[in-house]
């Protein structure tokens, strides 16, 4: 998730509460750091799983510290961490009685349209709740980077408007993402039997089986450790 | 809401050892908490004797066997008598009366209903006995066997008070301020940093390490250590607060946390935890069920299969231990949670033959129902999940303002809607898995007909089952947990249908090990 270039600072920042976390991770003390991270985190599009897991255990040791508005935004990174089911991690933490506001409703009901893949459904209803995921710098990218995903477990070739669903872009600048992809990351265009364009997906060994490592073929090395003993 | 009563003021506690008839506050009127019986004088000084000749052997009889088998005859509905009563045959060994304690508090929660006083005087022994192992001025060797009740009774209390004390409803003015006044007992930082201290102090993570490269042993040794002056207490109790850690999260509902405590133990093998059959249990139980919410199906069949097949093997050398019950009871949890699991990813080929023919006995009509995906089918999810699920805890400090609430359920009530929210996404692929088991390729068009859908709804559920079963792995990596899986050429969908994996490697290594284990016990023999 992290981008190349960092500032130092942030380096620091996010080193310093990788290092509270190993140290001590149930101090009720390190709680504001904390939710500075997840800010951090917002700012310099970084994402840490455990720091924010860390941070919603401790609201829910002492619910009266609770901020629902750090708690939106670590859901909002959760999403786009995607197909993780950091989502679905955060929420368990999360009492119920908060999940009933409106924001959290919403963003709900977004991670469920993304659960099922209802993209046509998930950006209507992000289209109408700009203000949350509009918040969160990258948060598009990070969407569209899940529905490349599943799109590519899924397909060998796409047809260009079940793509363009998917990733709620269209006409030049769909054809600008293509090339992109052709460039990067191997996609192929082709020209479908009469209703337009199809695109193939790299192979991988989930939209190519074959490609698929047979298991019984191979031991793991730790395993073979086991018997190093008796072998010498 | 299932109709499985999972509120647990009557049926008490998460273990059946813990299920006894409350009597009021173990007040009996007979009681004299100053009387010894010529036995338990026999008992304490033995056992004294014992632990400080270090002999492991003697002091795990009388742990597991003598204590039973007194508190069944003496103490069947009275406390032990109290440690200031016995502490005089003893030296006075201060953390000898600490054990005892101990020991004479776990034996009230078992059999009598506790006073909140009592469960405060408990955290304060734990306290003062935690603190002494952890400044390592012990030099005993106690039983793993002990050292794993102490965790797992530690955890379980914890768990216990939380439930108390989230019953507000009815409690007294008194125990409100008690409640008030001892806000730092079973204080849920408080729990966990002990554990955490304990893991830290026995510097266990780097010995499981050293370990692997041949430069330690912990395993081989079942974690005593017999060199020198030196004592297991604080490296096992550092080996087992990792599953107790692991276990606290799950009970607060943070799997991912939880899974990651347990880490530095290799579960696919033997080790120190699996010394223990409480231990082994409590392990591969809670890692299954964090699996499982994590969705990750697989991981979970797997280790449930295991132990369940262990069990099933095994059970019967543990008919006279006080854990038996207990096994029986988590045996049954496990089936559920395997069935849950079975329905929602259907790799029966995980299962053993033994495991599975157990599994359709017990839960085989429940299973095709559960297929079903209608309303009945959520009602039996519901009630599996209730049935099987730990028994999860809201950590946080009761609000004493009026009116006062009961929210004891609050966190049981969340996990279970958050995991049938789970199912319902699912709810359509088993009829995908339906039809692509009867093609090797169909039509997205064809199979919208036979599905009663519109092609671009069928698109969105076949992502759907892709994303499914398709879990992210601890390290992120993509795991495949479909038995029937798929591609889509433009509209053309093509079946694959996963192949029965045999594991010869593996198997071949398993008896490599143990004919070598044989071997050498055989050299061990010496004959005349």
Redesign the interface.
């Known amino acids: 998730m992290g981008r190349e270039l960092q500032k130092q600072p942030q380096q620091e920042m996010a080193s310093a509460v990788e290092q509270l976390l190993a140290v001590n991770?149930?101090?009720?003390d390190i709680l504001p750091d904390l939710e500075n991270y997840v800010n951090e985190q917002v700012s310099s599009e970084t994402y840490s799983?455990?720091a924010n897991?860390?941070l919603l255990?401790l609201y829910?040791?002492?619910?009266e510290r609770m901020s629902t508005q750090i708690v939106a935004r670590i859901l909002v990174k959760a999403l786009m961490a995607m197909?993780?089911?950091d989502f679905?991690?955060c929420?368990?933490?999360i009492?119920?009685r908060v999940q009933m506001e409106d924001q959290f409703k919403t963003l709900i009901i977004l991670s469920?349209y993304l659960?099922?893949?209802?993209?046509?459904q998930f950006w209507d209803e992000a289209a109408k709740n700009r203000h949350i995921v509009e918040a969160v710098p990258g948060f598009e990218q990070a969407i569209q980077a899940y529905a490349v995903h599943?799109?590519s477990?899924?397909?060998?070739?796409?047809?260009r408007s079940?793509l363009a669903e998917a990733i709620n872009i269209e006409g030049l600048s769909l054809d600008k993402f293509l090339e992109h992809q052709v460039a990067n990351s191997g996609w192929i265009l082709e020209k479908?039997h009469g209703k337009g364009q199809?695109i193939v997906i790299p192979p991988n060994e989930?939209?190519?089986?074959e490609l698929?490592k047979?298991?019984?073929d191979?031991?793991p090395l730790d395993?073979?450790t086991?018997?190093f003993p008796?072998l010498g | 809401m299932a109709s499985y009563d999972y509120d647990d003021s009557r049926a008490n506690y998460d273990d059946p050892r813990h299920a006894a008839v409350p009597s009021p506050a173990g007040q009996d009127i007979g009681y004299d908490p100053n009387f010894v019986p010529d036995s338990v004088k026999s008992f304490v000084v033995h056992l004294y004797r014992h632990i400080r000749e270090k002999n492991v052997y003697e002091t795990h009889q009388m742990y597991e066997t003598s204590f039973q088998s007194l508190s069944d005859r003496l103490f069947k509905d009275t406390p032990w008598p109290s440690v200031d009563a016995v502490a005089h045959f003893v030296d006075n060994d201060h953390v000898f009366c600490l054990l005892y304690r101990e020991m004479w508090f776990r034996h009230l929660y078992a059999r009598l209903s506790p006073t909140l006083k009592q469960r405060i005087d408990s955290w304060d022994n734990y306290c003062s006995l935690f603190q002494v192992v952890l400044h390592g001025v012990v030099n005993m060797q106690l039983p793993n066997q002990w050292l794993w009740d102490m965790v797992d009774e530690f955890v379980y209390q914890f768990q216990s008070f939380c439930q108390y004390r989230a019953k507000m409803k009815n409690k007294t003015e008194q125990e409100i301020s008690l409640l008030r006044q001892f806000d730092q007992a079973w204080n849920v930082y408080g729990v966990l940093n002990y554990l955490q201290a304990f893991v830290e102090k026995s510097s266990i993570i780097h010995i499981l390490e050293e370990e692997k490269e041949g430069l330690e042993q912990f395993t081989a040794t079942d974690g005593y250590d017999y060199s020198g002056g030196s004592s297991n207490v604080l490296k096992v109790l550092g080996y087992f607060s990792m599953v107790g850690l692991l276990r606290v999260h799950c009970l607060l509902g943070d799997y991912h946390t939880g899974l990651k405590c347990l880490l530095p133990i290799d579960i696919s093998q033997q080790g120190v935890f699996t010394s223990v059959i409480g231990s082994h249990i409590t392990t591969i139980y809670h890692y299954g069920f964090a699996n499982l919410m994590l969705r990750r199906y697989v991981d979970a069949i797997h280790e449930f299969n295991r132990i369940l097949l262990y069990i099933y093997k095994t059970k019967q050398y543990h008919q006279k231990s006080p854990q038996y019950e207990h096994i029986l009871k988590k045996n049954e949890q496990m089936y559920a949670l395997l069935a849950i699991c079975v329905s929602l990813c259907p790799q029966v080929k995980l299962v053993d033959e033994t495991v599975n023919s157990q599994l359709r006995e017990k839960y085989g009509e429940k299973m095709i129902r559960m297929q079903r995906y209608d309303e009945e089918a959520f009602a039996i999810y519901d009630e599996l999940f209730s049935y099987a699920c730990p028994k999860f805890i809201t950590p946080s400090a009761p609000s004493f303002e009026e009116p006062l609430v009961n929210y004891n359920q609050d966190a049981y009530r969340l996990q279970l809607k958050l995991f049938l929210y789970e199912v319902k996404q699912q709810q359509l692929l088993s009829g995908v898995r339906t039809f692509l088991k009867v093609y090797s390729t169909i039509s997205l068009g064809q199979l919208a007909i036979y599905m009663e859908v519109d092609e671009s709804t069928l698109r969105t559920i076949l992502l759907t089952y892709k994303h499914k079963t398709h879990a992210v792995d601890s390290v992120g990596k993509i795991m495949s947990n479909a038995d029937v899986d798929f591609y889509i050429d433009d509209d053309i969908i093509h079946v694959v249908e996963s192949k029965p994996v045999n594991r010869y490697g593996d198997f071949f290594l398993r008896q490599i090990v143990k004919l070598e284990g044989l071997i050498n016990d055989l050299d061990r023999v010496k004959l005349d």
């Open positions: 991770p149930y101090n009720p799983l455990d897991l860390c255990r829910q040791f002492e619910p197909p993780a089911p679905s991690l929420l368990f933490l009492p119920e469920h659960e099922t893949g209802k993209f046509r599943v799109l477990l899924t397909y060998q070739k796409v047809p079940v479908g199809l989930f939209n190519h089986p698929k047979k298991s019984s191979s031991i395993h073979i086991r018997i008796i």
